[in-house]
T-cell receptor
């Protein structure tokens, strides 16, 4: 059974380096989310892709963060010039419904540690 | 603005005791409300949604529009209920992102 797949599961990088995190959503799911999960902050919304609509980027914390979704499927979250405060678990989720009430299916997350 | 507040970061209860995880929200209109749960070393997953009006694993949640609350309740806590619980809100149309609270860690003590 194909759930949401994220890679890498763990990434350790040095401050100032760029990182790319990948998300493979469930096939056929039209909507894809990126969240950041850190201690004391809960789940912070980052970006939301819905079908062919322009993505909702309102949660991206700075211009160092960007994301794209190619062909309506795979998504990549890029963090440029990483900082220590970027250390967190980055979660991807997808859902098939376009209206409210759809269940989000989460990946296992990518744990990013910036030294 | 849409906002979800979970006032308790940590809640500890004894096995067999009742448990209530609080959730308050801010939204103009009638939102869709959810509870998600993350057990140790598992993925975040949907527990229940208010529109379904169902009980999952003994948990229920009632939407109180007057108090803008969606508290999660279980009459008798079990050790396997220990997990991180997140309350979440979305618009009925689904064209806005799902907004989560900061979560409450439930610890059930044997």
């Amino acid at each position: 059974g194909a759930g949401v797949s994220q890679s890498p599961s763990n990434k350790v990088t040095e401050k100032g380096k760029d990182v790319e995190l990948r998300c493979d959503p469930i096939s056929g799911h039209t909507a894809l989310y990126w969240y950041r999960q850190s201690l004391g902050q809960g789940l912070e919304f980052l970006i939301y892709f819905q079908g062919n609509s322009a993505p909702d980027k309102s949660g991206l914390p700075s211009d160092r963060f960007s994301a794209e979704r190619t062909g309506g499927s795979v998504s990549t979250l890029t963090i440029q010039r990483t900082q220590q405060e970027d250390s967190a678990v980055y979660l991807c989720a997808s859902t098939e419904l376009t209206s409210g009430g759809g269940e989000l299916f989460f990946g296992e997350g990518s744990r990013l540690t910036v030294l | 603005a849409q906002r979800v507040t979970q006032p308790e970061k940590l809640l500890s209860v004894f096995k067999g005791a009742p448990v209530e995880l609080k959730c308050n929200y801010s939204y103009s209109g009638s939102p869709e409300l959810f509870w998600y749960v993350q057990y140790s070393r598992q993925r975040l997953q949907l527990l229940l949604r208010h529109i379904s009006r169902e009980s999952i694993k003994g948990f229920t949640a009632d939407l109180n529009k007057g108090e803008t609350s969606f508290h999660l309740k279980k009459p008798f806590a079990q050790e396997e209920d220990s997990a991180m619980y997140y309350c979440a809100l979305s618009s009925p149309s689904g064209n806005t992102p799902l907004v989560f609270g900061k979560g409450t860690r439930l610890s059930v003590i044997a």
